[in-house]
């Protein structure tokens, strides 16, 4: 069964700095990996996915992720942070069905972003 | 396009009553899932669907249970609510995009169970 782990729970970045939320994944088999975000009283937003076709993955507000598969990582960051990213995020995968059965999500990370 | 649809937004639930709560979609998604997400917990997937007239149990099924009748609609019922229930829960629906599954959510209905 595959398996994801968000490291720290709330994540603390000044306006324009670097952010950087870390997810580590388990799968047996190559996995896809999604980040969605979650903005307070509401429903959860795709960022971004990976499924295999490039490790450099682009999403939407300037967030990125790479998939790194010696480090069985996929962390998610954006050069510059702005006041409006504060927001929860979960980092989620599939198994090679491409999560028909249902996506296994991470416990997420707070993103608090300082003035 | 409205998307997901969850129906109540909120509700306060004596233990003991039964509760149904609603999604339907407009997407013509073949795949449904609920989600309960608890504080610290993040999400887990209670019941889905992959297309009308099957249903499957997720990571947390028990006492909870759900029906496909059609593409649209995926209630969520509660038999006999208990305080362990509290939660916000989430409907959402799936599309194959190269391959992997990308889900839709619904803005979430919020139960309180006392």
């Known amino acids: 069964a595959q398996s994801v782990t968000q490291l720290g729970s709330h994540v603390s970045v000044s306006e324009g700095a670097l952010v950087l939320l870390r997810c580590n994944y388990s799968s047996s088999v190559p996995p896809y990996l999604f980040w969605y975000v979650q903005y307070p009283n509401q429903g959860l937003q795709l960022l971004l996915k990976y499924t295999s076709a490039a490790t450099l993955v682009k999403g939407i507000n300037g967030f990125e992720a790479e998939f790194k598969k010696s480090e069985t990582s996929f962390h998610l960051t954006k050069p510059s942070a702005h006041m409006s990213d504060a927001a929860e995020y979960f980092c989620?995968?599939?198994?090679?069905?491409?999560?028909?059965?249902?996506?296994?999500f991470g416990k997420g990370t707070h993103l608090i972003i300082q003035p | 396009t409205a998307g997901i649809t969850q129906a109540p937004t909120s509700q306060i639930l004596a233990a003991g009553r039964s509760m149904t709560l609603r999604c339907t979609q407009d997407?013509?998604?073949?795949?449904m899932y609920w989600y309960r997400q608890d504080l610290g917990l993040g999400l887990r997937l209670i019941h889905y669907?992959?297309?009308?007239?099957?249903?499957g149990k997720g990571e947390v099924p028990d006492g909870y249970s759900v029906s496909r009748a059609n593409t649209d609609d995926f209630p969520l019922t509660l038999a006999s609510a208990v305080p362990s229930q509290t939660s916000v829960y989430f409907c959402?629906?799936?599309?194959?995009?190269?391959?992997?599954?990308?889900?839709?959510f619904g803005a979430g209905s919020r139960l309180t169970v006392l």
């Open positions: 989620a995968v599939a198994d090679s069905g491409g999560g028909a059965d249902g996506l296994t």
């Open positions: 997407m013509r998604h073949n795949a």
């Open positions: 959402a629906s799936s599309e194959q995009i190269s391959g992997a599954n990308v889900l839709t």
């Open positions: 669907s992959n297309t009308a007239g099957t249903t």
